[in-house]
Structures are given as structure tokens and as C-alpha cells.
């Protein structure tokens, strides 16, 4: 199950944050959703964080990228096999896990190859099937014994990890037939690596012995004599027993190969962050069926996708909360499920969904009255820290109270809240906005970018910020680098009209610096003081005054 996520617009303002941990506790509350985690697009001002921690409620967890990556859809129990095992167990294990490719990783779980079913058929069928090679096993003694489960009664078997080319003589010919052939591989020299396989032939098995042979597979459970086995172990011939018969035991010979000699080593990785939209794209030609996704802090592997896996994806769940366009929400929302749209501001933009959603947007203060709202109507009880929550957003967004976009439905949520959370609206508004000067302490990034919408209006992109002080005191002071550093962020992005408002929520007045589009700026209906400068009394709702008085001025423009 991917996450659900309530989250608020990018640059979140405190009504943003605070929607956003509201809602997601109510859908957990009314068990409508019960991982909904609270989310963010953008840091948290110092004013939102005064309110966390009065509240003693963890900000929301940062997201920027809400697109379902690899990591998230992986599996992440592994059918693997390891440098050293046999054809038989990795046929085995793909078998029992009705799986065609599982990659190969070395003792410490490194990942060193991709072995596919095709490569397996290597390990049985030589490419060359002509003179020795077709009969020659390149293998351990050990884990052939392991293989077969044979007793070994003649020399040591050398560790598992010794490998060597043993060719292959099944002794089902005549007696003379067999020694002829021994004689004739002591001769050229290579005796030395003969694997005879026999069954009960005591004649053979000493033809073997005394030649000289690397090992003698005694088939089809039969003993050997005590005679056999000291003559084996004198003439440091290993002598196996197994139950299998010969023909059995031929073949379960090759099983015995391990898979480091056929897995392939050039092959694609995954990483964990990318998105799948991206990876559908990358791995379209990529002739591989399984790719190992990988962690790229560890660079090791987490878990495995298939190029299935890439065709329909699931997408993550998301709420938007005070926002209702793409062009405001978290990047990769297109490629979300939305499912739900809590919001106080005009329809615009491009939103769509592949299915119905819930939608409530209303003409009210603050995006916190409508999450209330939702609590009373459901006869639910937010927890003090949550209710404090709800009541900063409402007070940030209404100036408590003051701003033209109060209704009476904010007045009657606040007051509900403000009991529930144990705080006095006007005394908390007054700390709440004694937090954290941005015009004091902020640079200028900092002062336009915290609270910073993007608009599309006519054709037009717009960009207005929006800060709140207590005063304008400082604002002539740092006019200068503040215009500057908006001016920097105009021609950046391409705006059409860059804004920032520096509102006094004590005397209800906003100076307004605006760059761009001429016509524009000069139609915009305040004061102006100089060419980027204008004087706008009463103004202190974004919502409500800016942004109309900027749709104003680019109609008249034209």
C-alpha cells in the first residue's frame, strides 16, 4: 500500500501546514484513512514553527517529488541465489517462485550479476559439441557430492570452492573398452582430471583407481569393497557413492555447476528515487527483464522490479489542502490520485482526476475553518495540540478576525477551537505574529519566497509573495536588495508580473513592489510611490485584494 498524503501548497504559508495536520488527523480519527500522514512542499517559517511547538505536534514530513518511484513498488522479498550455488539450486529456488530471472549476489549480499532461466540451459547443453568438450565439467568436487548426495569414502574432497575441469567417462562399456580408454588419456596426460562413473563393476572401479583417475561416482546405491576404498585412498582417488543410477547421476553431474560462470554481469540498475514514469521511458529498449533497485546511499540493493511492474503502477494517494491547481501543488501531483480537494480560493488551472473526488471549496478565511468544520459536523473532538493548530491557521489567515475574508463561519470555528486548544484568540495572535520578523531576520530569498504563489491569468504567469509584519519599520531599509533579489526571480522563472506584498496586520496596510509587464504595473489600482513602489491602504488579504487588483490591472492593460 503506497502512502496517503495530506499536503498543502508549495512555499506553505501557516494555514497550508496547518490544513494539512488537521485534516490528516481527522481522516484518521473518522478511520476514513488511517495512514494519512500530514505532508509539506517547502520549509516551515519560524512563525508555523512557534505553533508546532506550542502545540507540541511534529511538522509534517517533507515531499518534493510525489510521483511513485521505484522504491515504492519494488519487491523487496528477493528470490536470489548466491556466486556459489549449483545449477540445481538456482533452478529450484526460480521454480518454487515461478520466477524466470533472480540476480546473484556474493557472500556479503553484494550484487554481482542477473542469471535468467535461458542461462541456466548453459550450465547442461555445451555450446561445442565436439571431442572433449561435450564431456567436460568445469565443477567442484564438493558441491557435485552435495548435488548428487553422495557419500564420499576414498581421498579428501577438496573445498567447495576448488573448481576443475573433469571429463566425464561413463564406464558402461566392455572392461577392455573402458581400460582401452584409460590408457589412452594416460598416454595424452589427462587422466588426471577422468571422472568415471560406474555402477556395480568392480573391475572398472579398479580400472579407474589404478590408472590414475581424479574421481570414481559409484551409481545406483551400490557399496564398494573394503579393498576398493583403501586402494582410492591410497592412490588419492576421490570415490563417491550415490543412490542415483548412471543415467541419473550423468546428468545431475552438470546440475552441479555454479552459475557464476553463466549469470550476466553487464546489466541495469535501478535507483531507488527514480520515478517509474521516468523508468518506463529508460528501460523501454533495455533488453532485461528483472532490474535490481538500489538503495544510493548503501548501494545495495533493496529490492527487485520487472518491467511489468512498469505498465500500470499504482499511483499515491494524495488530499490537497488550500490549493486547487498544479501549478501551486507538490511536483509530480499529475502523476498522483487525487482524491480529495479542500481549498478557500478561486477555481483555476488544471486539476483533474481519472475519477470522481470529494471537492469542498467555500468563500471562507482560512482552509483550517472548513477542516473544523469537518471535525464539528462529524462530532468529533480534535486533540488540544491539533484544535491549536486549526487555530493559528484561521488567526494567520484572517488577521483574527480583521481580514475582509472573515465570515462568520471562521468567527464560530475559532471560537470553538480556541476552547478546545486553551488559548485566547486575541493574546495568541499577538505572540503568534511577534514571532520570527522576516524583514529582520530573513534574507532577501527568504522574504519573498516563504509565502509565494504562482497564478496563470489571461495567458499570463504571475507570481505574488506575501510577507506579514507587526510594522513596516524595516521594510525601507532593505528595499533595495529585496527588489533586487524579486527582480532576479522575474526574469529567472519568466514571469509576466513578479508581486510581493509586505503587509502591517497591525494597521491593515501594505506596501506592494511589483516587476514586469509595464502596462501592468502601471494599471495596478494603489498608490504608486516610484516606478516599483506603491502604497496600498487597507489591502492584507492575498486572496481577496492583491491578487483581484492584479487581474484588474492586466485587463485594463490590454
Known amino acids: 500500500m503506497l502512502p496517503f498524503y495530506v499536503i498543502g501548497h508549495r512555499n506553505p504559508d501557516t494555514d497550508a501546514i496547518c490544513s494539512a495536520i488537521g485534516h490528516a488527523a481527522l481522516l484518521r480519527a473518522s478511520n476514513e484513512e488511517m495512514d494519512a500522514i500530514a505532508a509539506r512542499c517547502g520549509e516551515i517559517s519560524q512563525r508555523t514553527k512557534w505553533v508546532l511547538d506550542k502545540a507540541h505536534v511534529e511538522a509534517p514530513v517533507l515531499i518534493t517529488d510525489i510521483r511513485t518511484n521505484a522504491g515504492m513498488i519494488c519487491h523487496?522479498?528477493?528470490?536470489?541465489?548466491?556466486?556459489?550455488?549449483?545449477?540445481l539450486t538456482a533452478y529450484r529456488r526460480m521454480l518454487d517462485a515461478s520466477v524466470r530471472c533472480v540476480p546473484v549476489v556474493d557472500d556479503e549480499g553484494n550484487l554481482k550479476g542477473i542469471l535468467r532461466y535461458f542461462d541456466l540451459l548453459k550450465l547442461l547443453l555445451p555450446a561445442n559439441t565436439e571431442g572433449l568438450s561435450v564431456r567436460t565439467v568445469h565443477a567442484s568436487l564438493a558441491k557435485l557430492?552435495?548435488?548428487?548426495?553422495?557419500?564420499?569414502?576414498?581421498?579428501?574432497?577438496?573445498?567447495?570452492?576448488?573448481?576443475?575441469d573433469l571429463i566425464l567417462l561413463v564406464g558402461a562399456s566392455s572392461q577392455s573398452t573402458v581400460e582401452r580408454r584409460l590408457k589412452m588419456a594416460a598416454k595424452d596426460g589427462n587422466v588426471g582430471d577422468f571422472l568415471v562413473i560406474c555402477g556395480d563393476r568392480p573391475i572398472v572401479q579398479r580400472y579407474a583407481i589404478d590408472h590414475g583417475a581424479r574421481a570414481l561416482l559409484v551409481t545406483g546405491g551400490n557399496p564398494v569393497t573394503e579393498e576398493i576404498r583403501q586402494r582410492a585412498v591410497e592412490k588419492g582417488v576421490v570415490l563417491l557413492l550415490c543412490k542415483q543410477d548412471t543415467a541419473s547421476a550423468?546428468?545431475?553431474?552438470?546440475?552441479s555447476r555454479t552459475v557464476r560462470h553463466v549469470m550476466e554481469e553487464k546489466f541495469v540498475t535501478v535507483n531507488e528515487h527514480e520515478p517509474i514514469s521516468r523508468l518506463r521511458k529508460r528501460l523501454a529498449t533495455v533488453e532485461q527483464d528483472l532490474f535490481p533497485v538500489m538503495d544510493c546511499g548503501m548501494d545495495k540493493m533493496i529490492g527487485v522490479i520487472a518491467k511489468s511492474d512498469l505498465v500500470d503502477p499504482p499511483r499515491i494517494r494524495v488530499a490537497l489542502v488550500d490549493h486547487n491547481e498544479y501549478a501551486q501543488a507538490v511536483s509530480g501531483v499529475e502523476e498522483a490520485k487525487i482524491v480529495e480537494v479542500i481549498d478557500h480560493h478561486r477555481l483555476s488551472g488544471d486539476l483533474v482526476s481519472r475519477e470522481p473526488i470529494r471537492y469542498l471549496?467555500?468563500?471562507?478565511?482560512?482552509?483550517?475553518?472548513?477542516?473544523?468544520?469537518?471535525?464539528f459536523h462529524r462530532d468529533l473532538q480534535p486533540e488540544p495540540g491539533v484544535a491549536m493548530c486549526l487555530c493559528a491557521g484561521i488567526v494567520s489567515d484572517t488577521l483574527c478576525l480583521t481580514s475582509p475574508t472573515t465570515t462568520d463561519l471562521d468567527k464560530r470555528m475559532l471560537t470553538w477551537l480556541s476552547g478546545i486548544a486553551g488559548v485566547d484568540p486575541q493574546q495568541f495572535t499577538e505572540e503568534f505574529f511577534a514571532v520570527g520578523s522576516l524583514m529582520a531576520t530573513g534574507s532577501p530569498d527568504e522574504i519573498i519566497n516563504t509565502d509565494r504563489k504562482e497564478f496563470t491569468e489571461q495567458g499570463l504567469t504571475v507570481s505574488i509573495s506575501q510577507v506579514e509584519e507587526r510594522d513596516l519599520h524595516g521594510f525601507a531599509a532593505r528595499r533595495e536588495e529585496i527588489e533586487t533579489g524579486l527582480r532576479e526571480l522575474h526574469f529567472a522563472k519568466n514571469y509576466d508580473l513578479t508581486v510581493l506584498a509586505v503587509t502591517d496586520v497591525a494597521l491593515h496596510k501594505s506596501m506592494v513592489l511589483a516587476v514586469g509587464n509595464d502596462p501592468i504595473v502601471s494599471h495596478l489600482p494603489f498608490t504608486r510611490i516610484d516606478d516599483a513602489l506603491f502604497l496600498a491602504p487597507g489591502v492584507v488579504s492575498r486572496k481577496r485584494q492583491l491578487f483581484p487588483a492584479v487581474c484588474e490591472a492586466i485587463e485594463n492593460s490590454r
Open 76 to 87: 523487496r522479498e528477493v528470490i536470489q541465489v548466491g556466486l556459489s550455488d549449483t545449477f
Open 361 to 375: 471549496n467555500e468563500p471562507v478565511g482560512s482552509t483550517c475553518t472548513l477542516v473544523a468544520r469537518k471535525f
Open 145 to 164: 557430492a552435495d548435488t548428487l548426495e553422495a557419500q564420499s569414502v576414498g581421498a579428501p574432497i577438496p573445498p567447495p570452492e576448488m573448481e576443475e
Open 250 to 255: 550423468s546428468t545431475l553431474i552438470r546440475c
